[in-house]
């Protein structure tokens, strides 16, 4: 067993940084909805423009590619928050053998004292 302060410090990094991902799927889900939000407004405006079968054809297309996006957006999200708890559990093991191997050397360091 060895000292595992440095593989925690770089697990708690990559967290973060999971985590500040996270932050950003959040905000690119937001855009992608105020997106699909500002499109359809312009289709109800645009309706006298173009034919109704123009019209719905648009608002199909973009439907269709928004939903994508949607199930995109969840699956990155979801993978992410899947790989913070798997880090999370890799902390916590490092963390509990950290622990132990520092009491262990506290202990020999002790130990040679008293001799």
Do not use: P
């Not at 999971?18 to 289709?43: F, G, M, P, Q, R």
């Not at 034919?51 to 199930?71: E, Y």
């Not at 992410?80 to 798997?86: G, L, M, S, Y």
């Not at 963390?95 to 132990?100: A, H, L, S």
């Amino acid at each position: 067993m060895s000292c595992r302060c440095h593989a925690i410090s770089n697990c708690q990094h990559d967290i973060k940084v999971l985590n500040k991902s996270k932050e950003y799927v959040k905000e690119l889900i937001e855009v992608d909805s105020n997106v699909e939000d500002t499109l359809n407004t312009l289709a109800g405006l645009y309706t006298t423009t173009f034919t109704v079968t123009n019209i719905g054809q648009l608002i199909d297309r973009n439907n269709r590619l928004n939903d994508r996006l949607n199930v995109l957006f969840l699956q990155m999200d979801r993978r992410i928050a899947d790989e913070v708890e798997n880090l999370e559990d890799k902390l916590q093991q490092m963390e509990d053998e950290d622990t132990q191997y520092h009491e262990e050397e506290r202990a020999r360091h002790h130990h040679h004292h008293d001799d």
